[in-house]
Structures are given as C-alpha cells and as structure tokens.
C-alpha cells in the first residue's frame, strides 16, 4: 500500500534554484526519510527525520516533518544539474518503509 | 565499510520459467534485508524482508517467494513467472528497523 503522496510529480528548474518537494502521508510514523534514485539505479539515502523533530539540514538538503499534518518537505539549495534524479520519501511505520510515488526532478545546466 | 551486491543487473526470462535472484551483503552482520519491486514509473512495493536466517516475512500474497539461508544472503525465486513479475527488482540492507536501507543497484526483469 502507498502511503506517501509527493507533489509535483514532475519538476524542471534551471541550475542555481531551489527545488522543493512535497510528502504527505496518512498514519503515525516512527520516522521519515527520504532517497534518491538515478535512472535505472538503487535507492540513495539522503537524510531521515524522526517524528519529534521538526526540520534538519545536511549540505545543500533540507528537510521539515509537519506530524500535526502529515507532510513533509526536501529543499534542495542551489540545484545543480547532477541533482536530476527521482525523489522519494518513505514512512517508516512498524519498523517496515512504504514509499511514495516520487517526484522526477530536472535540472537544466 | 558496508557493501550490497544484487545479481544479475538485467534478465530476460520466458513465462513458466523459474527465476533465482541473489543479493549478497559484506561488512556487516545480522543485517535486516529486503525485497522491493518497482513498477515503471512508481515508487517501491516492499515484497519481502528478514530480521534473521530462515526468518521470512511476506508483504504481498504473489507467485514469488524468499529465502535467506545465510547470514548475509537474500534469495528471491520463483517456481513459474507469470507477466505481471515484470519490474525492476531491488534489495537492500539496514543494521536495524527504523533505520536508513541502503540499496543495491536492482535487476530488471523482463517476462516474454
């Protein structure tokens, strides 16, 4: 089952500008995480918030988690064209990760 | 340091034919593993996942089945494919539950 929901799907900005990606979700999460996968490659982790935290940053990343609305968002600053990549963020709930449908990011140089 | 290998990278496999995926985890031990399937297009549909040798659970009722005999080994197999087992097949590792998975770089699966 799907539990996270990303928006937009899809997203092209030009190199140098911010991209932000949105995750909303349905139940009670023990955390969340989100990863990035380049075509036809596995899944990278980028960085993970638990759910009593409320923002974290690592490099040109940040990451917000709304728990009173379920949602959560990834900043990237300064996108460079080697950040084009899909996007997912995954719950983790009972200890198992259900992703979301992901958001296909282009960064035109 | 922690590394993941998943073979093979592509397979092309007729209907009815059996599969064997192998995935293969060093530098840790007692590692959670995972099965994924990913559709074109879509996010991950966790398959599989072990916390221990000969410990299996099934997330989704399917014609695949998992076995972990060893510590650090993930086997995916089917005894018939069936069309629908088409996708890109992904496994991955964590030290724990609620802990980041790191991927291996998947297999994708072509049925004729």
């Known amino acids: 089952s799907q539990q996270g929901e990303e928006d937009p799907q899809a997203l092209s900005i030009q190199e140098g500008e911010n991209a932000t990606m949105n995750c909303s979700y349905k139940?009670?999460?023990?955390?969340l995480q989100w990863y990035r996968q380049n075509s036809g490659r596995g899944l990278v982790h980028l960085i993970l918030i638990r759910s009593n935290e409320r923002e974290k940053h690592s490099g040109r990343l940040r990451v917000t988690l709304d728990t009173s609305k379920k949602s959560s968002s990834l900043l990237i600053t300064a996108s460079r064209a080697a950040d084009t990549a899909s996007y997912f963020c995954?719950?983790?709930?009972?200890?198992?990760?259900?992703f979301g449908q992901g958001t296909t990011l282009q960064v035109k140089p | 340091s922690q590394t993941i290998h998943q073979w093979p990278a592509t397979l092309v496999q007729p209907v009815g034919s059996p599969l064997s995926l192998e995935c293969t985890v060093e530098?840790?031990?007692?590692?959670?593993l995972y099965w994924y399937r990913q559709a074109a297009g879509r996010g991950l549909q966790l398959l599989f996942y072990?916390?221990?040798?000969?410990?299996i659970s099934s997330e989704v009722p399917q014609n695949l089945s998992a076995s972990r005999p060893q510590d650090r080994q993930f086997i995916l197999s089917s005894k018939k494919l069936l069309l629908s087992d088409s996708g890109f097949y992904l496994c991955a590792w964590s030290f724990t539950s609620n802990q980041p998975q790191h991927f291996g770089d998947g297999t994708r699966l072509s049925i004729l």
């Open positions: 072990s916390v221990g040798i000969g410990q």
């Open positions: 139940t009670s999460i023990n955390n």
């Open positions: 530098g840790t031990s007692n590692p959670n």
């Open positions: 995954a719950t983790d709930t009972a200890g198992k990760l259900i």
